[in-house]
């Protein structure tokens, strides 16, 4: 069993900062991308922002400049720190990971249950 447990969600005002923590337990062999979605009411999920297990890193445009993924391999952890958050940030943002549980098995997609991040005006 894998299991994905987010943290760091909240309320904010315009302008201010959250930092989300995402940690992969269980039985894990490796992983690969690791990244964060969100999905905002009557809205599609959306890809925020993703991290390959060499630190390449991808963001939606509408983030770029204002947040910053990371993670720590050694923790099986991946951070998605948000500044300058804006009420259209709002939405339950939800952690992904690619891996695989045992050496030579496929990789599979893990999803986190997700945090609540609320941005007022």
């Known amino acids: 069993q894998v299991q994905l447990v987010e943290s760091g969600g909240g309320l904010v005002q315009a302008g201010g900062s959250l930092r989300l923590s995402c940690a992969a337990s269980g039985s894990i062999f490796s992983i690969n991308a690791m990244g964060w979605y969100r999905q905002a009411p009557g809205k599609q999920r959306e890809l925020v922002a993703a991290?390959?297990?060499?630190?390449?890193?991808n963001y939606a445009d509408s983030v770029k400049g204002r947040f910053t993924i990371s993670r720590d391999n050694a923790k099986n952890t991946v951070y998605l720190q948000m500044n300058s958050l804006k009420p259209g940030d709002t939405a339950v943002y939800y952690c992904?990971?690619?891996?695989?549980?045992?050496?030579?098995?496929?990789?599979?997609?893990?999803w986190g249950q997700g945090t609540q991040v609320t941005v007022s005006s």
């Open positions: 991290i390959t297990s060499g630190g390449s890193t």
């Open positions: 992904k990971a690619e891996l695989r549980g045992h050496l030579g098995s496929a990789t599979y997609d893990y």
